[in-house]
């Protein structure tokens, strides 16, 4: 046989092999599709398949193209914020974006009610895992951004110990994850008040137990989050001065003027008033002057003049006031109030000191006189007793 024939041959066997196989696969493939499942037919199963397979992916592409934005746009910025998006949205997982298209298939078949069911509760379970992740997240962000004021320095001691930031972390990660954990059993139908109930009494009975060191780390974690003080200012807890050394779990550190080290204990320390002479931005200044009853009317009336004077011609100085208030025990007082307009204590204590200098030298040149404490005191003789210029009276011979 020749090669021409031979291949003529081989072409008409391939032929009728193709017209007997494709109308047998198109005749099984219309069978399976013709099928039914859970009261759905096979070329709906088909389509929503189509739909799984081709939405996670784009979903994934979707999270990877916006990721990867964030991420540069990042770089760029100087606010954290887009950091902690740019970090969502990295952590969103590749199973919550396969439930959601799974969702979305199953929109389109008409499913019997128990197995409808079962796929919500399953994007439900999976919706609060991704959010539980995702409130993970920004609870390390806010804490971290409270405690990056205090970060240690390299080479410096700790001005905030560790640990509080990592208790409130691991607080605010336990009561995220509390609350995925009710949320997916509530989901499973199961009864969660009792449980609750019990959490609540156990919670209690914790915090009973362990009252003043709790008091102590909530009172440091106060301090972190409302931050009254915060270390390296200087603060007055009633007679108690000195500068923030370091905010620990259960005590703060104070290093006092005159060198030694204070501690207080953190709930105490917020029991009590907190005066922070660091935040000061101006100082106010009140002081009397006293003059004696004896002088003139005149130079009583021109004294409020003269203090007025004498605080203007001071720099960084504010005048608030200078009037007669009182007529004291040793004389008349003026009450003189003035603010500086600087928190340096030792720009104060400049300032004051040649103001009193100026008014000592004015008013002395004034012929004013300052009242001194005194008191007059009135001999009065006892009765028979001759008056003051009268001679004794003889004694009578004997």
């Given at each position: 046989m020749s090669a021409g024939a031979s291949s003529a041959a081989a072409g008409g066997v391939a032929r009728a092999a193709k017209s007997i196989m494709f109308p047998a696969m198109t005749e099984a493939l219309e069978t399976l599709l013709g099928r039914t499942w859970l009261g759905i037919t096979g070329l709906q199963w088909l389509a929503a398949a189509v739909i799984l397979l081709?939405?996670?992916?784009?979903?994934?592409?979707?999270r990877r193209t916006a990721a990867r934005r964030l991420r540069s746009y990042a770089v760029r910025s100087a606010s954290d914020v887009d950091d902690v998006i740019a970090d969502l949205v990295e952590r969103t997982r590749t199973?919550?974006?396969?439930?959601?298209?799974?969702?979305?298939?199953?929109?389109?078949?008409?499913?019997?009610?128990?197995?409808?069911?079962?796929?919500h509760t399953a994007l439900i379970i999976g919706g609060m895992i991704q959010g539980g992740l995702w409130a993970s997240?920004?609870?390390?962000?806010?804490?971290?951004?409270?405690?990056?004021?205090?970060?240690?320095?390299?080479?410096?001691?700790?001005?905030?110990?560790?640990?509080?930031?990592?208790?409130?972390?691991?607080?605010?990660?336990?009561?995220?994850?509390?609350?995925?954990?009710?949320?997916?059993?509530?989901?499973?139908?199961?009864?969660?008040?009792?449980?609750?109930?019990?959490?609540?009494?156990g919670g209690v009975a914790v915090a009973l137990a362990v009252q003043q060191v709790l008091g102590d780390i909530l009172a440091s974690i106060s301090i972190i989050v409302d931050k009254p003080f915060q270390p390296g200012e200087f603060i007055a807890v009633g007679q108690v001065m000195g500068t923030v050394r370091r905010i620990g779990v259960r005590s703060t550190v104070l290093a006092s003027l005159s060198g030694e080290e204070l501690v207080l204990s953190n709930n105490d320390l917020l029991s009590s008033r907190i005066q922070n002479f660091t935040r000061m931005r101006e100082r106010r200044v009140v002081f009397r002057v006293g003059v004696v009853y004896a002088t003139s009317q005149e130079l009583i009336e021109r004294l409020p003049g003269l203090l007025r004077a004498a605080v203007e011609r001071r720099e960084q100085v504010r005048f608030d006031r200078a009037t007669l208030v009182n007529f004291g025990e040793s004389g008349l007082e003026y009450e003189v109030v003035y603010i500086v307009l600087s928190a340096d204590y030792n720009l104060y204590t400049q300032i004051h000191q040649q103001l009193l200098f100026e008014l000592l030298r004015e008013m002395r040149g004034l012929g004013y006189e300052f009242a001194l404490p005194s008191r007059t005191l009135y001999v009065v003789p006892p009765e028979g007793a001759p008056a003051a210029g009268q001679a004794e009276p003889a004694a009578a011979p004997g």
């Open positions: 081709a939405l996670t992916p784009t979903l994934m592409l979707i199973w919550f974006l396969a439930l959601i298209g799974l969702r979305l298939a199953t929109v389109t078949l008409d499913l019997p009610e128990r197995w409808d069911q079962r796929v997240t920004v609870v390390r962000y806010l804490v971290d951004r409270r405690f990056a004021r205090h970060v240690q320095a390299e080479g410096a001691a700790p001005q905030v110990t560790p640990i509080a930031q990592t208790m409130l972390r691991l607080a605010g990660l336990v009561l995220v994850w509390t609350v995925v954990v009710l949320v997916v059993l509530s989901a499973f139908g199961i009864n969660i008040t009792a449980l609750v109930a019990g959490l609540g009494i």
